[in-house]
């Protein structure tokens, strides 16, 4: 049993000050009864909620992507710099979503954001090889003889990075680079090891879902279930 305002909060389709608004509008029904009291106990199994004649569903875990621009630290806050929670629609506030993972402050692209910590640490956590491909446009072109280093792995000073793929493309300053960890700087760190520094740094697919490039840099959706399915679906990037 939960409050009725946490119950619509929970539905992320709208602000927690609205809702307390419409409840004591009386434009909230609860199993059929107009309601005014936000904090009346309810059932998040088998209440049926309506809003403003629209149906309310409970649920506790919400997954974002977030096409990630330029300029925002991968945090909840900053004293310093904007932070990607900032970008997040007001309607999802009351879940208070944290980035997964995270990509440095001039890094761009892929971001998932949520607020549920076991699907957080499984994605995050060396030990499921779950790859991240980014693009890179490099100072230096890249040579055949540097897709050998990368598959070998990197050692660092704080970390062993695992085998690594780089991928040239047409133009060989530019690259995929595919990474199992996300350490900090560890892309461009990788690619000082080879003697290119990285110019342009943008994640692009995160296991088997890719950044939905409709959206604009700053923008964010919800996760479709089958995007969800994608993140743990790991393809095998170094088939041939």
């Known amino acids: 049993m939960i409050r009725l305002d946490k119950y619509i909060a929970h539905s992320g389709i709208s ?24 904090g009346m106990r309810v059932d998040e199994n088998t209440a049926k909620v309506y809003m403003d004649g629209q149906r309310v569903y409970y649920r506790r875990y919400v997954y974002l992507m977030l096409n990630k621009p330029a300029g925002y630290v991968s945090a909840r806050e900053d004293r310093h710099y904007p932070f990607v929670t900032e970008l997040v629609p007001e309607e999802y506030d ?49 040579e055949e003889a540097d897709i050998a280093v990368f598959r070998a ?7 062993t990075a695992k085998p690594a793929k780089l991928e040239i493309l047409d133009d060989p300053r530019e690259v995929y680079v595919y990474i199992a960890e996300g350490k900090y700087h560890q892309v461009k760190r990788m690619c000082d090891r ?29 996760l479709t279930d089958e995007e969800m399915r994608l993140v743990f679906a ?7």
């Open 15 to 38: 602000s927690r000050r609205r809702i307390k608004q419409l409840i004591h509008d009386g434009l909230v029904t609860v199993n059929g009864e107009s309601v005014n009291d936000s």
């Open 153 to 159: 792995g990197m050692e660092f000073k704080e970390f």
């Open 194 to 222: 080879v003697g290119k520094s990285v110019e342009y740094l943008k994640r692009v697919k995160i296991g088997s879902l890719e950044l939905d490039e409709s959206l604009a840099p700053g923008e964010v959706r919800e």
């Open 94 to 142: 009351y879940y208070r979503v944290y980035p997964v993972g995270r990509l440095d402050i001039n890094t761009e692209g892929l971001l998932i954001l949520t607020n549920d910590g076991a699907f957080a640490h499984k994605l995050t956590s060396p030990d499921k090889n779950v790859y991240k491909k980014y693009f890179a446009r490099l100072s230096r072109p890249a």
């Open 234 to 240: 790991q393809e095998d990037i170094f088939a041939d």
